[in-house]
Every structure is written in C-alpha cells, then in structure tokens.
RNA sequence: CGGGGCGUAGCGCAGCCUGGUUAGCGUGCCUGCCUUGGGAGCAGGAGGUCGUAGGUUCGAAUCCUACCGCCCCGACCA
C-alpha cells in the first residue's frame, strides 16, 4: 500500500476525549474514529490489524475442528423468551419493535440462534461433536463504555459453541477449545494467563478466562508464581491456615460501649485501640429484593460474585443508605451481628474471631468482646471475602500475587441448560433423545488489538507484535525529489511484495521528522528507511521497531535479507505449548 | 442510574466571571518560495449557525431555563 495513497489520518495531539494508552494510540494513529460513545468506525490501519487478529482466530478454530457460520445479528424476541433471558439479560440488550410490531434484539452473544439452527439440523449422535463458530460484530448496551476499544458498545467478537453427546465429550470440546485459545494468545504475540473465572449471567458449570497482563485490566487476578494456579479475585478462594488458632482463654463478656460518630472501621479501631482484625464489618446487600448482611474481619473485603453465588442469588447489589434504611430501619453505620432481624451471612474468617467489636445496631454505640458461635449465628458461612496478596495459593500453599488482566477470552461449559430450555435434543444409539451438552467460546477480537497495545507500547507510540500488525515492515522514501533514491524504494517496495511482505510505501512528500514519527506512531515491526546513506553508499538501513536493532543493508540482496528477518521473527510467535491440566 | 466536568475552525485550546466593532491563538489544511535523516522556516490564504431550542437585553459565545451530546468517577466496605 502506497501512504500517499491511504486514509491514514496520524495526528500530532492526542484527542482529550481519550484516557487510556490503547486508547489514545488508536486515534492518534489513525485507527479508529468514534461515532458515537463506544461506538467506531475502523479505518483502513484498524480493520487491518483486526483482521489479522482475526485470522489467527481463524486458522486456529479451523484446525480444533471447529466451523466458521455467520448468524444474523437481529434476533426475535421469541428465541430470548424461550430461553428465559429476554427477562434475564437485562438492559444490555437493545430490544426494538420493527414495522410489523415484532419485538426483536440486536445480538449481543447468540446462545438462542446456534440452538434454535441446532434442534434444526443436528438429530442423531452420529453428527457430534459439532462445533460451530462466528466472528462478527455484537451489540451490547454497555452501562458505561469506555477506553475505546476497550469497552465498546459495538464491538467485533469471535464466538463459537459447541455440542456434544456427554457431559465427558463437552469435556474434550472445553479442553481443545482451551488449547486453541492458549496457541492464539500466544500467536499474537501477547503476555497472558488463563485463569478460573466466575461463570457470570451467560450460566454455566465451570468456565476459564483468558486474560491479557496489563495495568489498565478491568479485572483483578491472584495469581502463583510457584504453580500454575491464577483466578480472577471473583472467584479465587481462600483458604485459611490449619489447624485455626486456639481462640482466647478467657472469652469476654458482651459489653455495649458509646462509639460517637464512629461508623467506619478505622475510626472505631482508633477510637477503642483495638485493631481492624478484631472488628466484623456488617454490610447490607440487597440480594434478590431483600435486604441480607455480609459479615467480614474489619480489614477484609467483600466479593459480590462470591457472595451471589454462595447465596445462589440471581442479583446483589450493594444497598444505598437509603435503601437499606427503607427495607430495614437500621441504624447504618452502627451495624452487628448480634441480634440482627435479617439474614446473615458470614465469611469463614469472622468465626474464627473472638472477643470482637461490632455494631450495636443502635445509633451511636458498639459491642465489645463479642464472640462469633455464642452471641449469633449466620445463616450460612463460607468463603465470601476477596483474596489478598497475603493469602496463601489456595493450590500449592505458596504465595499470591495480584495483578490486573484485560479478558480478551472466555470459556464456558454450559451443559444442557439452553438445549434444555429450547428443547433441544439429538436421538442417541439406543433411540433416546437427549439435550445437547453444550460449551460456548468468546474472544473479544478488537478488544484484542486494544489489549495488544495496552501492553507493546513506548514514548513514541505502538510497537505491534509482528503477527497482528497491519503492515510488517513500512519503506521510508526520504528522497521522493531524487529519481536514484524513489527508484531504489520503488524497487524495494516491490521485491517485497513479491517475497510475500506486507509492506507499506511511504511515498508521501514529507519531511524525514514526520515519516519517522508516523512510522513509530503506528507501530510496523519493521522500518526501512531509503535516503541519504544509499544515494551517498547504495546502502539502506532496516530497523525493527520493538528492539531498536538496526542494521545497514546493500540495496542488491536487501529485499531478501528483510524478507527472511521478518519470516525469521514471525517464527518465534506461538511456540509456546500449553494444556488444560485436570 | 448517581456525582463531577466539558461542548468555540479537522485537532488542541483561550475568550465567558465583569454582555458591546469584524470571535482569537497553536496545530493541521490550501498556494508559493525555501528546506530534506527525527513532526523545519518565510509569505499569502481558506475554514465558525460559538452543541440545540427558548428566554432576559438596545445588544448574548458571554447571563437564565430546558434539552442533546461527549468524557471521567461511582454504582464495593456504612
């Protein structure tokens, strides 16, 4: 592609409008531009790194066995309401009527499509397993989008779904898919982990993400450095030590102390000089519609995922003062275990706790030497605080770390839950029908792209991995005036097409300064730069962008050494094996 | 949905508080000269319903009201 040429709009400033570094790259360089909030237009330089993400995805769903379809993006609302979660899904789901007053929606995942084409088309045992997959364009109503690419309303994903005869086959499917995702990540060139994942609104038996390391993550991670276990803090347990420390000698009596003023924990630590460790924290979440305290040790947090599915809730949210007050009538801020009218539930810790401080649930007082088992009893106990970087693997016993992920891929096993609620079945040898045992596979393919730049980056712009960059090697014409000079570039630009190089000619008219600055705003792996030093020596320079490694090249013979640099260095992505350890 | 901020040339911004000729700066864009290894220089030029609607006023980018759009934070620790 010659520059001149190409819609390529790079600019100097970046735009206010962007807060993260993918974010602002995308634009500076000429990515994308916004249509509306998380909603973009991919440019010629932005479809192209999608696209190669894209067949990367492509190539390696193909070779797990897997079929590429393309599903209709507008979806009947009677297929949803089948399913359950025209109710379910909530507002994320852009719900419109058409001309005939039909009730339809814009497809933000296609769980209801592949089932209904499914019960269709796949009747015996001897069609599975079967899988199926798309990459196309979804339609999510984000509450907030943001980060460009990041978080977008409009967004391009792959998802795939898989059917199978049994519960041990969707096995074998789940455990394949987790290859394929493994050999993507690592083809693109990206710095990931797979970790155990909280199955979310899509449902599901057991579930993996694939998460990119990088700081500006959503998501939080515990992972080990001494094994190979790593969870998103949502669902990562924890585990106490054993055998539990011998509890006090002498166990104190409940005693109700004035606290003025005093509601959050480090101010009732200071104020009764006892620390955070022997105070419960009691939050009111509304779980379902009702109103139900979460007991943690003051210094500990609590997980909503873990406590929505410790409850087996469908929803819980954190409940606003006023809510609570107006469900409850209970003083918050000065709120306790101890004889407390509604539902509670406990983390493990806190019953390990002795002689501790709690609300009085009474305005203006607390209680001392409180003890968990004596003075109350939750309704339910378990794990229900996130983890800490101090917690111990919960796998190996060895040390976690924290650290911040982009998803740019999930797995589910989903069971029969859709195959039954749409009665989707296949007839088996002995002539029963059974619902399909089904997994679905998502890979947010721009977000790829994104998460790639979030993490290959410097001062002076992207530094694409070579497999997803747009273009793999970019000709710098410094002399576009010099015939000798626009000849050799000319030449080159050619030789490496030929050679099989995506290449991009910077033919423009432009001062050196600005074809440098562009070529790094944009990130091609590899720079070759035709000017001054081959009108003087016939050499020209090839630099890689994400090493800085320069060398000086004889312009007879170049196209083949760069060609075989590029090919070279393609060769080291995706060397990386790794498999679903049972 | 709650809170905060912003909306003036393609982009980045000033002007608004304290209303008053023709709305400015930088950059980008066009023309010419010059220059050509890290976003040069000089000269000339095009480009604006000041987000939209209404109001106050002799007069509104500026004050008031409503709406629209965008961004950030929150929706998780009492």
């Known amino acids: 592609?010659?520059?001149?040429?190409?819609?390529?709009?790079?600019?100097?400033?970046?735009?206010?409008?962007?807060?993260?570094?993918?974010?602002?790259?995308?634009?500076?360089?000429?990515?994308?531009?916004?249509?509306?909030?998380?909603?973009?237009?991919?440019?010629?330089?932005?479809?192209?790194?999608?696209?190669?993400?894209?067949?990367?995805?492509?190539?390696?769903?193909?070779?797990a066995g897997a079929q590429?379809?393309?599903?209709?993006?507008?979806?009947?609302?009677?297929?949803?309401?089948?399913?359950?979660?025209?109710?379910?899904?909530?507002?994320?789901?852009?719900?419109?009527?058409?001309?005939?007053?039909?009730?339809?929606?814009?497809?933000?995942?296609?769980?209801?499509?592949?089932?209904?084409?499914?019960?269709?088309?796949?009747?015996?045992?001897?069609?599975?397993?079967?899988?199926?997959?798309?990459?196309?364009?979804?339609?999510?109503?984000?509450?907030?989008?943001?980060?460009?690419?990041?978080?977008?309303?409009?967004?391009?994903?792959?998802?795939?779904?898989?059917?199978?005869?049994?519960?041990?086959?969707?096995?074998?499917?789940?455990?394949?898919?987790?290859?394929?995702?493994?050999?993507?990540?690592?083809?693109?060139?990206?710095?990931?982990?797979?970790?155990?994942?909280?199955?979310?609104?899509?449902?599901?038996s057991f579930s993996h993400e694939f998460m990119v390391l990088a700081q500006t993550g959503e998501d939080t991670l515990a992972?080990?450095?001494?094994?190979?276990?790593?969870?998103?803090?949502?669902?990562?347990?924890?585990v106490l030590p054993e055998p539990a420390p011998p509890g006090p000698e002498q166990p104190e009596e409940i005693r109700k102390v004035e606290t003025p003023g005093m509601k959050k924990v480090e101010n009732v630590a200071g104020f009764l000089h006892v620390r955070p460790e022997s105070i419960i924290?009691?939050?009111?979440?509304?779980?379902?519609?009702?109103?139900?305290?979460?007991?943690?040790?003051?210094?500990?947090?609590?997980?909503?995922?873990?406590?929505?599915?410790?409850?087996?809730?469908?929803?819980?949210?954190?409940?606003?003062d006023q809510r609570i007050y107006d469900l409850t009538k209970l003083p918050i801020g000065y709120l306790g275990p101890v004889d407390l009218p509604i539902k509670m539930?406990?983390?493990?810790?806190?019953?390990?706790?002795?002689?501790?401080?709690?609300?009085?649930?009474?305005?203006?007082?607390?209680?001392?030497?409180?003890?968990p088992g004596r003075d109350f009893q939750p309704a339910v106990v378990g794990d229900l605080r996130e983890v800490s970087a101090t917690d111990s693997c919960p796998a190996c016993g060895g040390a976690l770390r924290l650290t911040e992920g982009i998803e740019v891929g999930h797995i589910f096993k989903l069971g029969t839950a859709y195959s039954e609620a749409m009665n989707a079945t296949f007839q088996d040898g002995e002539g029963r029908e059974?619902?399909?045992?089904?997994?679905?596979?998502?890979?947010?393919?721009?977000?790829?792209?994104?998460?790639?730049?979030?993490?290959?980056?410097?001062?002076?712009?992207i530094v694409f991995p070579l497999p997803i960059a747009p273009f793999q090697a970019i000709i710098l014409n410094l002399g576009v005036n010099s015939e000798q000079i626009t000849a050799a570039a000319e030449k080159l630009y050619h030789d490496l097409q030929q050679r099989g190089i995506e290449v991009l000619y910077d033919d423009r008219d432009e001062r050196p300064g600005s074809k440098f600055k562009d070529a790094d705003l944009i990130g091609i792996p590899c720079r070759i730069t035709v000017g001054k030093t081959f009108e003087q020596e016939g050499k020209v320079e090839m630099r890689q962008r994400s090493d800085g490694t320069t060398e000086t090249l004889a312009i007879e013979g170049a196209a083949d050494i760069i060609a075989r640099e590029i090919k070279n260095r393609l060769a080291s992505f995706g060397r990386n094996k790794q498999t679903l350890a049972e």
């Open 1 to 63: 592609m010659r520059y001149s040429q190409m819609l390529l709009p790079t600019t100097k400033e970046t735009p206010s409008e962007a807060e993260v570094v993918s974010h602002q790259l995308l634009l500076r360089g000429g990515f994308i531009r916004k249509l509306s909030s998380g909603i973009y237009t991919y440019l010629p330089l932005g479809l192209a790194a999608v696209q190669k993400v894209a067949q990367i995805v492509r190539e390696e769903m193909n070779r």
């Open 68 to 204: 590429e379809l393309l599903m209709p993006m507008v979806q009947p609302a009677d297929l949803w309401k089948e399913s359950g979660r025209w109710r379910k899904y909530g507002s994320e789901l852009l719900r419109f009527v058409d001309r005939h007053e039909r009730e339809s929606c814009l497809g933000p995942t296609h769980e209801e499509v592949i089932t209904d084409l499914a019960r269709r088309e796949l009747q015996s045992y001897r069609q599975l397993p079967m899988n199926l997959y798309q990459i196309q364009t979804k339609f999510r109503d984000e509450i907030r989008p943001r980060f460009g690419l990041m978080r977008g309303r409009e967004f391009i994903m792959k998802d795939a779904y898989s059917f199978d005869v049994s519960d041990e086959a969707a096995e074998e499917s789940y455990r394949k898919m987790y290859d394929a995702y493994h050999r993507i990540f690592d083809r693109c060139g990206l710095d990931f982990r797979a970790v155990e994942a909280d199955t979310g609104t899509i449902g599901g």
């Open 223 to 238: 992972i080990c450095d001494q094994c190979s276990y790593a969870a998103n803090v949502e669902k990562a347990k924890v």
């Open 281 to 320: 924290k009691t939050l009111v979440y509304i779980v379902d519609g009702e109103p139900v305290a979460a007991l943690v040790r003051g210094d500990r947090e609590v997980q909503p995922v873990k406590l929505k599915n410790l409850l087996g809730a469908a929803e819980v949210e954190l409940g606003d």
């Open 345 to 371: 539930v406990a983390d493990q810790e806190v019953m390990r706790m002795a002689n501790c401080v709690c609300g009085a649930n009474e305005k203006q007082f607390h209680l001392t030497g409180v003890q």
């Open 434 to 461: 059974n619902p399909f045992v089904m997994g679905c596979y998502g890979i947010g393919v721009s977000r790829v792209v994104a998460a790639a730049i979030e993490q290959n980056h410097d001062r002076n712009g």
